[in-house]
T-cell receptor, first 113, second 115 residues
């Protein structure tokens, strides 16, 4: 089955700096890669996603890049703000697998004011 | 729309007891999922369903059962609770297009402690 590894497990940055979280996956047939944000005590919520036919996607301060050859994808957050502090999860799935996503173990991002 | 709702929010069980975690969605989503989230860990898929009457196992199904009699409801049953089932349980749903992608909408979670 699919295996997703996420790094780093914790990340601390100064407000205004950039943050990068990386994930690698094992199943070359995976073609959908969402990122979820989970604030303390809350439910996970989708913040951005990318399909395998796209190399990069951007939404305001958030961007995701995908390298299919190397089987890794990354989340980039620019101009970080204290409200970006949360746990971020990457996931991978393929459309022939009933949408089952395999999640990484999460990255706890702390943005210091 | 209420989205995905779960009950109860918290529950303490004694070892060997049974309970059902309720999950309901009002978005007419075909796909529904149950995950558990242990402290400091990611989400592990327990069971999923692609439509009413169809369910299948995920990564960690042992000790759990599910049913899907309607599109809206997807209850998770714990039989003979064990301390290893102490976790936060999330239900999720999604509408998958032919392309196979789809955002998963999560419920607020149920925090279960087995002592």
């Amino acid at each position: 089955g699919e295996n997703v590894e996420q790094h780093p497990s914790t990340l601390s940055v100064q407000e205004g700096d950039s943050a990068v979280i990386k994930c690698t996956y094992s199943d070359s047939a995976s073609n959908y890669f969402p990122w979820y944000k989970q604030e303390l005590g809350k439910r996970p919520q989708l913040i951005i996603d990318i399909r395998s036919n796209v190399g990069e996607k951007k939404d305001q301060r958030i961007a995701v890049t995908l390298n299919k050859t190397a089987k890794h994808f990354s989340l980039h957050i620019t101009e970080t703000q204290p409200e970006d502090s949360a746990v971020y999860f990457c996931a991978a799935s393929r459309d022939t697998n009933a949408g089952k996503s395999t999640f990484g173990d999460g990255t706890t991002l702390t943005v210091k004011p | 729309n209420a989205g995905v709702t779960q009950t109860p929010k918290f529950r303490i069980l004694k070892i060997g007891q049974s309970m059902t975690l309720q999950c309901t969605q009002d978005m007419n989503h075909n796909y529904m999922y149950w995950y558990r989230q242990d402290p400091g860990m990611g989400l592990k898929l327990i069971y999923y369903s692609v439509g009413a009457g169809i369910t299948d196992k995920g990564e960690v199904p042992n000790g759990y059962n599910v049913s899907r009699s309607t599109t809206e409801d997807f209850p998770l049953r714990l039989e003979l609770a064990a301390p290893s089932q102490t976790s936060v349980y999330f239900c999720a749903s999604s509408y998958l297009w032919i392309a196979g992608e789809g955002e998963q909408y999560f419920g607020p979670g149920t925090r279960l402690t087995v002592t």
